[in-house]
């Protein structure tokens, strides 16, 4: 029995040296093929002229799965890469570098097979009638020409959306957002000013209270992750670099619903809100936020005794994640629409992705409607869907033609035999027509919802074979680093998070601010 024992364990020893070896064969061709892209066909100009808005998920996914010898395709977007945004918390606090996360667009179009026109600018307009998107360069360099516009055949919108501030007077000014990279930036520059401000020589108590106070408004995840990551860092770093502000530092949740992570079952937000209070963070739902000034916040709840209270709650850092708002060249684009009379949070589609009222544009992710939640998971399913759809569009087009030119070369053939073959290869094609338009329109699977809530835990809502599987603690924060580390979007992106996790760890994360 011993020898067996031993030849198991060598098996076992063969079989994870095998796929190490594997594992790393398959990065470092990963890293090869990412550094030496081939040659690439020029757009054809006599193709239809697909536009695509947007290099987000949405935008993204459907550019990863599009056919693009197919079309003569344009992307307009003011951000020349993709930003894995569930990981974009992580940055606020240095645990992961911005950089990281961000994959340029040039380098994944290089890699397509016929050319993509890119333009970093933003749209302003979209006149559906003329088939025309005016393109404006908002960047900080501008040539003699920083707008122009841009003809289209076919239009995808995937501008996502702003960060919504119900007209909440100094939102705009004083707080910072969660949305993008320069977000993450500013706020873990304000940690840090807020900590060394707190420390300055002759700094009153209260205002020393006042800078050390951390406050999120919003309980969606975006402000549950957020508040867990500040906490972590409070935990495993400031602590440790500054302990004189210790006693002080304080982050608090304001909510304006009962509860937070609505979207999560009822077993996981008890979890996450007991976590919260292990972690001493504080909750503080069925609280409003109504004004903000530079340094507090007036929040309204319902004291005991059934009456309204406003509170004043003095903050050194505010951050703002109440959600999604419409952008403008959206709203301007339904308002054009009389389909679109009813629409609010976006431009309604119908089951194709199509916008309802317009023919030719399409409209994946965020600023879509299509009674999905605005997730990065919904978009990415949008976007591989209407790339499916396009390659078939175009397949059918192919068909099309040639069983034309078939049939004139029928109607011409003299001999009886050409004219059998021709017939054959006519019912050929028919039946391949109605292969590829079998096509049917977009479902969602949902995959379920993860979210890490600090202290090395996270919560996890899964769809399984069987149901749903509802699991919160250490072990779902393994899960969720490995799902979100496999869903990086190249090779050099997992890569790089895999190596901030270990600096972080190994070295604490950075309390310099730059
Ligand atoms: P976006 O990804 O926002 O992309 C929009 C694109 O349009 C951008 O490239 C932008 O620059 C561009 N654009 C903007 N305006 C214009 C214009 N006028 N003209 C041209 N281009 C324009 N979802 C999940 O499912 N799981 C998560 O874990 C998760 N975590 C998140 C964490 C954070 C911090 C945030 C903010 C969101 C998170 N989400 C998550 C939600 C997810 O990021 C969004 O649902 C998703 O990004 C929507 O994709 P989109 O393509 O519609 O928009
Ligand atoms: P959200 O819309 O999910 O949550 C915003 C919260 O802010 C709401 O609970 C709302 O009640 C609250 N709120 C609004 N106004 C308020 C006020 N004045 N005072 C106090 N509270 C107020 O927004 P979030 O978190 O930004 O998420 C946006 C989208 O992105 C969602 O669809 C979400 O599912 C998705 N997302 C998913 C993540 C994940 O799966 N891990 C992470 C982050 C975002």
Same mark, same amino acid.
């Given at each position: 029995?011993?020898?067996?024992?031993?030849?198991?364990?060598?098996?076992?020893?063969? =079989?994870?040296?095998?796929?190490?070896?594997?594992?790393?064969?398959?990065? =470092?061709?990963?890293?090869?093929?990412?550094?030496?892209?081939?040659?690439?066909?020029?757009?054809?100009?006599?193709?239809?002229?697909?536009?695509?808005?947007?290099?987000?998920?949405?935008?993204?996914?459907?550019?990863?799965?599009?056919?693009?010898?197919?079309?003569?395709?344009?992307?307009?977007?003011?951000?020349?890469?993709?930003?894995?945004?569930?990981?974009?918390?992580?940055?606020?606090?240095?645990?992961?570098?911005?950089?990281?996360?961000?994959?340029?667009?040039?380098?994944?179009?290089?890699?397509?097979?016929?050319?993509?026109?890119?333009?970093?600018?933003?749209?302003?307009?979209?006149?559906?009638?003329?088939?025309?998107?005016?393109?404006?360069?908002?960047?900080? #360099?501008?040539?003699?020409?920083?707008?122009?516009?841009?003809?289209?055949?076919?239009? #995808?919108?995937?501008?996502?959306?702003?960060?919504a501030t119900f007209g909440i007077p100094g939102v705009r000014e004083h707080s910072c957002f969660l949305k993008e990279v320069a977000d993450a930036q500013r706020i873990r520059k304000r940690i840090m000013d807020c900590c060394e401000t707190a420390t300055f020589k002759d700094q009153s108590p209260e205002e020393?209270?006042?800078?050390?106070?951390?406050?999120?408004?919003?309980?969606?995840?975006?402000?549950?992750?957020?508040?867990?990551?500040?906490? +972590?860092?409070?935990?495993?770093?400031?602590?440790?670099?500054?302990?004189?502000?210790? +006693?002080?530092?304080?982050?608090?949740?304001v909510e304006a619903l009962p509860s937070v992570l609505p979207m999560f079952s009822k077993q996981l937000i008890d979890y996450t809100e007991q976590t919260f209070k292990e972690e001493t963070i504080d909750i503080r739902t069925k609280t409003m936020v109504k004004n903000v000034t530079k340094e507090y916040i007036e929040a309204e709840y319902v004291g005991a005794d059934g009456k309204k209270v406003l509170e004043k709650i003095p903050y050194g850092l505010l951050v703002w994640a109440t959600g999604n708002a419409v952008r403008p060249v959206v709203k301007d684009l339904m308002s054009q629409i009389p389909a679109q009379a009813d629409a609010r949070r976006g431009l309604n589609v119908n089951e194709y992705l199509v916008v309802k009222g317009a023919e030719n544009i399409w409209a994946v992710g965020d600023?879509?409607?299509?009674?999905?939640?605005?997730?990065?998971? #919904?978009?990415?399913?949008?976007?591989?869907?209407?790339?499916?759809?396009?390659?078939?569009?175009?397949?059918?087009?192919e068909i099309e033609t040639e069983l034309k030119n078939l049939s004139n070369a029928q109607e011409t053939a003299t001999n009886k035999d050409a004219r059998d073959q021709i017939f054959g290869n006519i019912k050929d094609l028919q039946k391949r027509l109605r292969r590829v338009n079998s096509m049917g329109p977009f479902e969602y699977s949902h995959q379920g919802s993860l979210a890490y809530i600090g202290s090395e835990k996270a919560v996890a809502d899964i769809s399984w074979l069987t149901g749903n599987i509802a699991t919160g603690g250490t072990v779902t924060y393994f899960f969720w680093r490995s799902a979100y580390l496999s869903m990086c979007f190249s090779t050099r992106n997992r890569v790089l998070v895999l190596m901030d996790w270990i600096k972080a760890k190994t070295f604490g994360r950075d309390v310099s601010r730059e």
């Open positions: 029995p011993k020898k067996s024992g031993f030849r198991y364990f060598r098996w076992a020893w063969r =079989a994870t040296y095998l796929s190490a070896i594997a594992g790393l064969a398959y990065t =470092a061709y990963g890293i090869y093929e990412m550094k030496n892209p081939g040659d690439q066909a020029e757009p054809d100009p006599t193709k239809k002229t697909l536009v695509i808005l947007g290099t987000g998920w949405g935008a993204v996914s459907l550019l990863k799965k599009l056919d693009t010898e197919n079309y003569n395709v344009v992307v307009v977007s003011p951000r020349n890469y993709f930003l894995f945004t569930p990981l974009l918390p992580s940055c606020t606090t240095g645990t992961i570098e911005h950089r990281s996360i961000m994959e340029p667009v040039r380098n994944f179009l290089r890699h397509k097979k016929a050319s993509v026109k890119f333009y970093e600018a933003e749209a302003t307009k979209i006149d559906y009638e003329k088939k025309v998107v005016y393109v404006n360069d908002d960047s900080e #360099v501008k040539g003699a020409t920083s707008s122009t516009e841009i003809h289209f055949d076919m239009l #995808v919108v995937g501008v996502g959306a702003e960060n020393r209270k006042r800078l050390l106070h951390m406050v999120v408004v919003g309980g969606g995840p975006t402000g549950v992750e957020f508040a867990g990551e500040l906490q +972590d860092f409070f935990e495993n770093d400031l602590k440790t670099w500054m302990p004189e502000i210790a +006693d002080e530092f304080r982050v608090t949740l600023c879509a409607v299509a009674n999905y939640a605005p997730t990065a998971q #919904v978009a990415a399913q949008e976007g591989a869907f209407l790339a499916r759809l396009f390659n078939q569009m175009a397949k059918t087009e």
